[in-house]
C-alpha cells in the first residue's frame, strides 16, 4: 500500500507498476522477492524507531531549556 502511493507521487500508473513488478520478479525470483520485503520493511521500522527517538531527544532538551 505504501509502494503504491510512492508510485502515484512519482506519476506512474498500472501499467509501470505491473512492469516493475515483473522486472523484479525476473531479476530476484519468486522465493527472493519475500525476502527482501521482510528486510525493507525491517529498514523502514529501523528508521521509524530512530527518528522517533530524534524527536523525543529534542523535545526533552526543549523542555529543559524551559526550566
Do not use: H, Y
Request: charged share 30%; net charge neutral; proline share 1%.
Amino acid at each position: 500500500m505504501i509502494l503504491a502511493s510512492i508510485f502515484a507521487i512519482m506519476g506512474l500508473g498500472g501499467q509501470e507498476m505491473v512492469f516493475i513488478f515483473l522486472a523484479l520478479l525476473l531479476l530476484f525470483g519468486a522465493k527472493k522477492i519475500p525476502e527482501l520485503a521482510r528486510g525493507l520493511g525491517k529498514g523502514i521500522k529501523e528508521f521509524k524507531d530512530a527518528t522517533k527517538d530524534v524527536r523525543e531527544n529534542i523535545e526533552e532538551g526543549l523542555k529543559e531549556s524551559e526550566k
